[in-house]
């Protein structure tokens, strides 16, 4: 029997969000220096769940600490962790992990250099002390530098061949300048082409220290069980002597309404990227610009329903907030034909200035904060998630209570503190970034703008503010 379809005139209310059952963290200083984060988290259903350790080392070192020469230094340095220890070359490190069934990563951002490794209980005290060896005792082989950065400078080309990987980079420095957020954390072909072991190393030996990191770890395992392998990994680790500096706040260039084209023929289409500094993580309004954040974004969101869905501009559109230590940025970005680029511009203004104007229906609001929670508990459903969340939190200074207090906070928000957020922070003054052909567009984007700036692909220089060579 064929069962009738009921039609629909509107998408289904979004269901009550799902409230995921979520640990307490507990925290302790060793004598070291070192912060440890301990949770204890069964993962999944008792008949299915696997009984599975998780930790990340969180060292606050990353491409904001490098001086412009250096850029990409921290990713190289990152890049390098699990290449070789003291004790084991690539290929052996590489070996024990796949024997025990672990998992060991190294990365880095703007703020941090993070280790991390999980693996199943019964092997994990072995699998925490190759995070342990991998990040006290890196081997930062010559040879495995030099492959390392090779493979660095290559894979720039790949970035460089894609407009919106570009009009990303070129946003950063628009938005940043010579601020430590403003180069690029893969570094160019020109930084890195300079840096060698040496490099490596004092880079590692500044900032891998006990008392510029915090250990977060957690799964299927007691607290107290959780402190005393710590101790028992980490407890030896020893400072230097000589304090590390602080790291002292940066100006900011102030909000600038401009455009940047590069001009790049060869792009298949042209990406537009609309922008400003926004906010950092620990400032009060960032669940609110979460919020605003979605209600721009998604195949729902405005963003998406005015320049796809209204008028078939692209394939799709949305916005992005980067909340740093200090401010990063709010990016409202598209892909279009070059001929349809100053349309789909505008559209993206009028968008972003209609909700700095007026504040969204609350109806609108459900649905978009519906996606906020569903994605925060999709987050943590696994260990590894869980650790990142307390990672982030223990990184930015925000309470580590704030992995059970956050899809509340979300929910209290309201349409005024989107409208504020928005007026705030990402319709004011903004930048706009086109990377296309721009010869197809740029006479119709002066007609409109009064402050554009067009630079030939050729000419592109992302070692410094002007950007161009």
Do not use: C
Not at 35 to 59: E, T
Not at 125 to 150: G, M, N
Not at 220 to 228: H, L, S, T
Not at 423 to 437: E, K, N, Q, R, Y
Request: proline share 7%.
């Amino acid at each position: 029997m064929t069962q009738a379809l009921i039609p629909l005139d509107k998408p289904p209310s979004p269901g009550a969000p799902h409230r995921a059952e979520l640990p307490t963290p507990v925290e302790r200083t060793l004598p070291n220096g070192l912060r440890a984060i301990v949770f204890q988290q069964r993962s999944g259903p008792k008949a299915f769940g696997v009984p599975i350790v998780a930790a990340q080392l969180l060292v606050r070192g990353g491409a904001s600490a490098e001086s412009e020469a250096e850029a990409g230094l921290a990713q190289l340095t990152a890049s390098l962790l699990t290449q070789g220890t003291a004790e084991r070359s690539a290929v052996e490190l590489a070996q024990t992990v796949d024997g025990l069934g672990a998992r060991l990563d190294a990365s880095s951002g703007y703020d941090a250099t993070v280790v991390s490794v999980s693996a199943l209980t019964s092997v994990f005290s072995t699998a925490l002390a190759l995070l342990d060896e991998v990040a006290r005792t890196p081997a930062f082989a010559a040879d495995e530098v030099e492959r390392v950065r090779t493979k660095a400078i290559g894979d720039l080309a790949l970035t460089y061949s894609n407009p919106s990987a570009l009009a990303r980079l070129i946003a950063q420095r628009t938005a940043f300048g010579t601020a430590p957020y403003g180069h690029p954390i893969a570094g160019t072909a020109e930084t890195l082409a300079t840096l060698d072991r040496a490099h490596v190393v004092a880079f590692h030996q500044r900032f891998f220290r006990p008392d510029n990191a915090t250990l977060i770890l957690g799964g299927d395992i007691a607290p107290d069980d959780a402190f005393a392998l710590i101790e028992r990994e980490f407890g030896d680790w020893r400072a230097p002597g000589v304090p590390l500096a602080a790291t002292p706040p940066f100006d900011l260039p102030a909000p600038r309404a401009r455009v940047v084209i590069l001009d790049k023929p060869d792009a298949g289409r042209t990406a537009i990227t609309v922008g400003r500094v926004g906010i950092a993580r620990r400032a009060a309004d960032y669940v609110a610009g979460v919020v605003a954040t979605a209600v721009l974004s998604g195949y729902s969101g405005r963003l998406n329903q005015e320049v796809r869905v209204k008028r078939g501009l692209s394939y799709g559109a949305g916005a992005q907030l980067l909340a740093r230590r200090s401010p990063g940025m709010v990016l409202a970005s598209t892909l279009v034909d070059h001929t349809r680029v100053a349309e789909a511009t505008e559209v993206i203004l009028a968008t972003l200035g209609g909700l700095a104007a007026e504040a969204p229906p609350e109806s609108e609001l459900v649905t978009r904060k519906a996606t906020v929670t569903g994605s925060f508990s999709r987050s943590v459903e696994t260990i590894d998630g869980i650790a990142g969340v307390l990672g982030e939190l223990a990184l930015y200074d925000v309470p580590l209570d704030d992995l059970g207090s956050y899809m509340p906070r979300v929910e209290a928000v309201t349409p005024a503190d989107v409208r504020d957020f928005v007026a705030a922070h990402v319709a004011h003054d903004p930048f706009i970034v086109l990377v296309g052909d721009a010869q197809q567009f740029a006479e119709a984007i002066r007609a409109a703008h009064a402050d554009v700036t067009v630079i030939p692909a050729g000419r592109l220089d992302l070692n410094g503010a002007s950007l161009v060579r």
